[in-house]
T-cell receptor, first 114, second 110 residues
């Protein structure tokens, strides 16, 4: 398997623009996680899907952030409108069970909002 | 609220110089403690899961141990390829998500 695939790897945008991050989990995995990593706050869970259903979105910072998982092989994280403080590395991870199982991470998307 | 604190923030060792990384946690009920390794520009990669105090796990030059309040990642005779950021995370009962620490950036000097 190719592992968790994220795109794009790098995104540079201007404040106010819409940003869409994409993730393809490992085939057969039924849980998907979106994380944000910054130097100050480390790795923070934004939202967790199980069987394509959002289970916990308490980490989503505000209404500007939204996530979808229309099927078992694709998820998106959207930020609209983007702000400079959203600049971070965003990771997607998948697991074969719940969050207590081994999570396999993608290479991340580095987002810079100018 | 679950809390995970890792120390030190950064550690530089000479090749072959053994040391330990610390992960202290405060949780309502520990279900599992996880160690991940993260190389620059990559996502975290799973190393170990520990479930109960007294448990130990080993992989090559790494050994993870767990007490009721903290976990240690011992690195014996490290090599430059062990340089990475090591992340600790906890999972608790009734909660299907992990809380991560901010990591220890380990540098092994040849």
């Amino acid at each position: 398997d190719a592992g968790v695939i994220q795109s794009p790897r790098h995104e540079v945008t201007e404040m106010g623009q819409e940003v869409t991050l994409r993730c393809k989990p490992i085939s057969g995995h039924n849980s998907l996680f979106w994380y944000r990593q910054t130097m100050m706050r480390g790795l923070e869970l934004l939202i967790y899907f199980n069987n394509n259903v959002p289970i916990d979105d308490s980490g989503m910072p505000e209404d500007r952030f939204s996530a979808k998982m229309p099927n078992a092989s694709f998820s998106t994280l959207k930020i609209q409108p983007s702000e400079p403080r959203d600049s971070a590395v965003y990771f997607c991870a998948s697991s074969s069970g719940t969050g207590m199982e081994i999570q396999y991470f993608g290479a991340g998307t580095r987002l810079s909002v100018l | 609220e679950d809390q995970v604190t890792q120390s030190p923030e950064a550690l530089r060792l000479q090749e072959g110089e053994s040391s330990s990384l610390n992960c202290s946690y405060t949780v309502s009920g520990l279900r599992g403690l996880f160690w991940y390794r993260q190389d620059p520009g990559k996502g975290p990669e799973f190393l170990f899961t520990l479930y109960s105090a007294g448990e130990e796990k080993e992989k090559e030059r790494l050994k993870a141990t767990l007490t009721k309040k903290e976990s240690f990642l011992h690195i014996t005779a490290p090599k430059p390829e062990d340089s990475a950021t090591y992340l600790c995370a906890v999972g608790t009962f009734g909660n299907e998500k992990l809380t991560f620490g901010t990591g220890t950036r380990l540098t092994i000097i040849p």
